[in-house]
């Protein structure tokens, strides 16, 4: 029997889809979202200010991507959508996360099965709760694959290597300042110079707030954040001391819990 | 429904349509129709009293923000349908809106108006400027026109904290939309009459959010004197009025335990002088 000709397997064609839209993420900067004792924080290196990486997608809900910024902007666009149209039908308390994730989770493995070309996107939808127990972050990659993270994600460009620097450094109930600092560690290569305060984008969905949950972290509030956290105080000491809100210290006798354990997905196993 | 080649990237739900705006109600009213408020529906009778309405709302400026209170009461005809009902909204951090006319309707309007300022924010990065605001409240007033004219009327009042000139601002509106932007102080509803003709002796250039919540309480006291759909503090029941500062550090709604003291700050002096502070001739 022959083959018709330009035939290609459809492991073939799913191979060369994965590749291609891995080869696109690559080319961006990493992005972190991890967790921190009021709820979650989101750290994006982005020379832009105009062009978010990060953004507020309903109450408890916050978002975040790489790759290709027209095709992430539709995905934020329509959660956005999504959310409103679900907190006006319904009460804003049924707005989820996991719904939400299950809207992008189907159109983008639609998109990858069906379409010539996948989205180059992944996706982080993070959702804060009342206890930390309730907190959740769902990273989405190109295929429509959900991941249910706990306490950090990472992706873009060196997701594996950043994955590895979070997971030795994080922490469970970290201070904002311990944990944008764990966030900046893993986001810069060892030996690496950090981003500049100009070009980080920085954003957290604090459980304390009222109303609406997402909150930019910019300008001085952000210096002020960035100089206690490199203050030149020991880890388990900066914790207690270099916050300015009165966040409960973690017990310093104890040793600190630190990352699950096991294989941390970091988005490069095929498919 | 226009078909999935139109929607951007190749995605396959229609939550991801542009509609060109950022506007909500907009989109709802291509994506789901049905969840609009309706606009132009037609109904055998007029239903004017037969449903709650909701009744007085004033609002002032103070230095560098702006008060809004509301009675509690909701009246059908001459029966009054709840004591408690709220009527006061929080919009968004820096805005509010109080209502009047009928109740269910108003409420559906703050919720929508809500979400309509919200997804503006979220999908362009900023909010709305508090013009912007007012105009589109005026444009949703507008198109409940049809309703109106049946017996569903809403007027609404919008009061927010303008950011760029550090001031609150205050805005009115009838029927058929508007809106009109107010000086100083404005009222509402069935007891407006009474509560302007208050608020006009007792209101203060530059007062603090403290004082102005006092001389709002006069004024709905002032309206529910001579006014039977604005209700006043209910006593017994422990009702008190919505009592809502916007300033530069955003909208709160003042507590029950401070508004109760107004109140009884009040009711104390209108033992001696029921009619109220009495304001110098000269």
């Known amino acids: 029997m022959s083959m018709p000709f330009g035939y290609a397997s459809p492991e073939q064609i799913m191979r060369d889809k994965a590749d291609y839209a891995r080869k696109g993420i690559a ?13 979650l924080l989101f750290v994006a290196p982005n020379p832009s200010r105009a062009l978010h ?17 027209n095709e992430f ?69 190109f295929d429509g694959s959900v991941f249910d993270e706990h306490g950090f994600a990472a992706m873009g460009g060196q997701a594996e290597a950043v994955v590895a620097r979070l997971k030795e450094r994080y922490r469970e109930s970290m201070s904002l300042a311990d944990a944008l600092e764990v966030a900046l560690q893993a986001l810069t290569e060892p030996g690496g110079e950090r981003p500049p305060v100009g070009q980080l984008e920085v954003a957290v969905l604090d459980r304390n707030r009222e109303h609406r949950k997402f909150l930019r972290l910019t300008g001085t509030r952000l210096e002020r954040l960035l100089a206690q956290s490199s203050a030149p105080t020991s880890e388990s000491e900066s914790a207690s001391e270099s916050t300015s809100e009165p966040l409960t210290a973690p017990p310093s006798d104890t040793p600190p819990p630190t990352g699950p354990e096991g294989p941390v997905d970091d988005g490069s196993s095929p498919l | 429904m226009a078909s999935h080649r139109d929607l ?14 950022s506007s909500f109600t907009e989109f709802v009213s291509s994506y789901a129709p049905e969840l609009l408020p309706p606009r132009d529906e037609v109904l055998a ?48 951090e820096y805005s509010c809106m109080g209502i009047a006319g009928t109740a269910s309707t108003g409420i559906e309007f703050a919720r929508l108006f809500r979400v309509e300022l919200e997804h503006y924010e979220k999908l362009e ?30 007027v609404p009042l919008f009061a927010a904290y303008d950011p760029d000139r550090d001031e609150g601002r205050i805005f009115s509106y009838d029927v058929a939309g508007g809106p009109y932007e107010r000086e100083r102080f404005d009222a509402i509803g069935s007891g407006s009459i009474f509560a302007r003709g208050s608020l006009k002796k007792l209101y203060r250039d530059g007062a ?23 209700g006043g503090p209910d006593v017994t029941r422990k009702i008190w009025p919505i009592v ?21 700050q009040m009711l104390e002096a209108r033992m001696i002088s029921p009619d109220g502070p009495i304001a110098p001739l000269r």
């Open chain 2, 125 to 154: 990065g900023l909010a709305m400027s508090v013009a912007g605001k007012a105009n589109r409240l005026a444009t949703m007033i507008r198109g409940n026109l049809a309703m109106a004219m049946q017996g569903l009327v809403v």
């Open chain 1, 53 to 69: 990486k990060i953004s507020e997608i309903y109450d408890r809900i916050g978002f975040a991507a790489v790759g290709r910024y």
């Open chain 2, 8 to 21: 951007p990237a190749g995605l396959v739900d229609h939550l991801f349509r542009n509609t060109g705006s």
């Open chain 2, 208 to 230: 603090s959010a403290d004082d102005m919540a006092m001389t709002l309480i006069q004024a709905l006291y002032d309206a529910a004197d001579d006014d039977s759909a604005t």
């Open chain 1, 73 to 141: 902007e539709e995905l934020r666009r329509g959660g956005i959508r999504y959310a409103d149209i679900n907190g006006f039908t319904y009460d804003r308390t049924d707005v989820t996360g996991r719904g939400l994730a299950n809207l992008y989770a189907s159109n983008l493995g639609r998109i990858f099965t069906e379409s010539i070309k996948s989205l180059e996107v992944e996706v982080v939808i993070a959702e804060v709760g009342e206890t930390p127990e309730g907190d959740a972050i769902y990273r989405l990659t």
């Open chain 2, 45 to 92: 009778t007029p239903i004017g009293d037969q449903v709650p309405h909701a009744t007085t709302i004033v609002a002032a400026t103070i230095a560098g923000g702006v008060v809004m209170a509301g009675d509690r009461r909701a009246t059908s005809g001459n029966i009054i349908s709840q004591r408690d009902v709220e009527k006061v909204f929080r919009a968004d």
């Open chain 2, 244 to 264: 809502s500062v916007i300033d530069a550090d955003g909208y709160r709604r003042l507590g029950e335990e401070q508004v109760s003291a107004y109140v009884d």
């Open chain 1, 27 to 39: 080319r961006g900067r990493s992005v972190v979202v991890l967790q921190y004792v009021d709820g």
